[in-house]
């Protein structure tokens, strides 16, 4: 088993959110644009919520287990 790089975590957190809140940004300038193609709003939509599992699974990863 391999040893958990918490700074590798981080990283990988910090580039995460950051392409999420990029995401609702764009996301929030299509949705207010009549002419907006809706597929590119629900692929875009469904990137966001892939990206916001890995994030909820990443700060899983940065809680230490418990003795059981």
């Known amino acids: 088993m391999q ?5 590798e975590i981080n ?3 910090t580039e995460l959110k950051l ?3 990029r995401l609702d940004a764009e996301i929030d300038g299509l949705v ?4 907006t ?5 629900k692929r875009l939509k469904k990137r966001k919520l892939w990206l916001k599992d890995c994030i909820a699974r990443l700060e899983s990863a940065l809680i230490p287990d418990g003795p059981a």
């Not at 040893?3 to 700074?7: A, G, H, V």
């Not at 207010?32 to 002419?35: F, G, K, P, R, W």
């Not at 193609?37 to 709003?41: A, G, K, N, S």
């Open 19 to 21: 392409e999420h809140r």
């Open 37 to 41: 193609d809706e597929l590119t709003v």
């Open 32 to 35: 207010a644009d009549i002419q």
């Open 11 to 13: 990283r990988q957190l």
């Open 3 to 7: 040893p958990i790089d918490i700074s």
